[in-house]
């Protein structure tokens, strides 16, 4: 049998929770953290559950500098009957993994990082909130820590595990966002670390959502990083088009994030006989569709989000309406169907939630 052996140390000072009617995205954090430590030659040693507090790290650590980083997203889940539910935690440890390779980083036991994740839930139970829309978001990251200034893989790393109460990730909720399209910057090229879940995709991302944002739009749809004609992801999402009477969505191709949530829909779609395919489209693609009337919906996937319908597209000055800026039927029926599995209110005829 395999040791979880991990010591715990809990808070003496536990902190005031925020109201749970009124969570922003991000912005509390619970009593307690997970931490493991790696070090060559010895492996991951260490692991702990201690109170939630700053780490410190020496200047010169290879994270600052060099950016080896990689992170995680996933949500816990309050059922009617206080049940706590993972949505397909296995994937995101298996997903953590291969991004670890990417940005040469070392491989952890996903089982045992799963069981520790089960573990400091348990421990801030009492942190998740039980609202309809509202979930514990889990943010597990590794860093390198090796105080060392030569261009080469750190020697050292922490894994950790924070979580934080949340509400929607958009204002809007579940009601349809503007998204432009961006024609000037790139987000990753094929050959890079778009499909790794790194910090550095998310840094270079920032100029064109604030770009976007100044001008009323949510985030940015991004194009290829060579021909930018053929849509790749949103900034925080995968993307999905139905276009007369078929979903598609962009074909991974190594420089588009590999979604767990756009996994699951595309699972549910083929369970639901409804029509998917993933392939390289473009954008003259899209807005030909649209111009001939033929886009029917339009939608975001992701774990912060889950779904998010899009009501309008910009590109090159021209805004795209869809379906008249409202919630399409299949975003509506795929979130209900999503949220329903996760927080256990709809059957699972996938076997994706896990009991904490």
């Not at 009593?31 to 492996?43: A, I, L, Q, R």
């Not at 020697?155 to 503007?178: A, D, R, T």
Request: proline share 5%.
């Amino acid at each position: 049998m395999k040791d979880f052996n991990i010591d715990i140390t809990l808070t003496t000072n536990k902190k005031k929770k925020p109201a749970f009617s009124q969570l922003e995205f991000g912005k509390a954090f619970t009593d307690h953290m997970f931490v493991w430590n790696y070090t060559e030659g010895k492996g991951w040693h260490d692991a702990r559950i201690i109170p939630y507090q700053p780490i410190t790290l020496d200047p010169a650590a290879t994270v600052f500098h060099y950016g080896q980083t990689v992170f995680e997203g996933l949500k816990a889940y309050l059922t009617k009957e206080e049940e706590v539910l993972l949505f397909r935690p296995d994937e995101n440890m298996k997903r953590f993994n291969r991004s670890n390779d990417r940005l040469c980083m070392p491989a952890f036991d996903e089982e045992f990082a799963l069981n520790a994740l089960k573990e400091l839930i348990k421990i801030d139970r009492d942190w998740i909130p039980g609202a309809e829309g509202t979930s514990l978001y889990i943010r597990p990251f590794m860093i390198a820590t090796q105080p060392y200034l030569g261009v080469a893989p750190s020697k050292e790393y922490q894994f950790m595990i924070i979580l934080s109460p949340v509400g929607s990730y958009y204002k809007e909720g579940i009601n349809p966002v503007k998204i432009a399209v961006e024609s000037e910057f790139v987000r990753a090229v094929k050959g890079g670390t778009g499909n790794a879940k790194t910090a550095g995709n998310y840094a270079s991302s920032l100029k064109a959502s604030e770009v976007a944002s100044k001008k009323g739009y949510s985030q940015v749809l991004w194009l290829d990083g060579r021909e930018q004609q053929y849509i790749e992801e949103v900034g925080s999402m995968n993307i999905f088009f139905k276009i007369n009477g078929e979903v598609i969505t962009p074909e991974l191709n190594g420089s588009i994030l590999e979604g767990i949530t756009r996994k699951s829909i595309i699972e549910l779609l083929t369970y639901w006989d409804v029509p998917v395919v993933e392939k390289r489209i473009s954008i003259h693609e899209i807005h030909e569709a649209y111009q001939q009337g033929l886009l029917e919906e339009a939608f975001g996937t992701g774990t912060a989000a889950v779904i998010s319908p899009v009501g309008e597209l910009l590109w090159r000055n021209e805004s795209m309406v869809i379906n008249d800026g409202k919630t399409g039927e299949l975003a509506k029926k795929l979130y209900d169907s999503l949220t329903g599995i996760q927080n256990g209110t709809q059957p699972d005829p996938f076997g994706w939630a896990q009991r904490v």
